[in-house]
């Protein structure tokens, strides 16, 4: 199984710090990358696809790069609707695995 | 719009059984692959398993591999996760959503762009 280490797993930030999320896989995945945002007592939801492509209706400020081995998530300027845990998953190959998570906290 | 609703999930014994139903509406079910995702308490996403558009093709994590069943009845625009001999590790909120695929960069991609509110089922005497 590819297994996804997501660093770090919580971190502390301020309204409009820029933030930088990492995740990698334990093999290469190409670009088979996926980002999800949670809020308390909701169901994720999608982010990015394909390493960089920003889902419809997400706001800009959200950008992914990577391809391999190695992926990011960055929020350019974050927003108080931003706190939230972020995980990223391969769907390269089952079965499908997601990182353990990257809690976003208000400092 | 696209909904999921999920519901089925309730108290359960240690070795009991349970089937999880997700209603899908505003989307043609039928062109969909589904999944279905689980979350323990304070805990992280995990895969359960994948259903083609037809119900031909079944995936799943091997743990969960034998003990869970997932099916599909298009007609009425649902799916299903059939749940024996139950563990407390079983215990969680378990999300149905909708497989998309995209043609994006010379490959398939695929992602789960919808999701269900999720129903939770807990495994305990």
């Known amino acids: 199984d590819i297994q996804m280490t997501q660093s770090p797993s919580s971190l502390s930030a301020s309204v409009g710090d820029r933030v930088t999320i990492t995740c990698r896989a334990s093999?290469?995945?190409?670009?088979?990358l996926i980002w999800y945002q949670q809020k308390p007592g909701k169901a994720p939801k999608l982010l990015i696809y394909?390493?960089?492509i920003l889902q419809s209706g997400v706001p800009s400020r959200f950008s992914g790069s990577g391809s391999g081995t190695d992926f990011t998530l960055t929020i350019s300027s974050l927003q108080p609707e931003d706190f939230a845990t972020y995980y990223c998953?391969?769907?390269?190959?089952?079965?499908?695995?997601f990182g353990g998570g990257t809690k976003v906290e208000i400092k | 719009e696209v909904q999921l609703v999920e519901s089925g999930g309730t108290l359960v014994q240690p070795g009991g059984s349970l089937r999880l139903s997700c209603e899908a509406s505003?989307?043609?079910?039928?062109?969909?692959?589904m999944t279905w995702v689980r979350q323990a308490p304070g805990k992280g996403l995990e895969w359960v398993a994948n259903?083609?558009?037809?119900?031909?093709?079944?995936r799943y994590v091997d743990s969960q591999k034998g003990r869970f069943t997932i099916s599909r009845d298009n007609a009425k625009n649902s799916l299903y996760l059939q749940m024996n001999s139950l563990r407390a590790e079983d215990t969680a909120v378990y999300y149905c959503?909708?497989?998309?695929?995209?043609?994006?960069?010379?490959?398939?991609?695929?992602?789960?762009?919808?999701w269900g509110q999720g129903t939770l089922v807990t495994v305990s005497a």
């Open positions: 959503a909708r497989v998309f695929h995209s043609y994006t960069s010379g490959s398939y991609v695929s992602y789960f762009d919808y």
């Open positions: 505003g989307f043609m079910f039928s062109n969909y692959w």
């Open positions: 259903i083609k558009e037809d119900g031909s093709q079944k």
């Open positions: 093999e290469s995945i190409n670009n088979y």
């Open positions: 394909a390493a960089s």
């Open positions: 998953q391969q769907s390269y190959i089952t079965p499908l695995t």
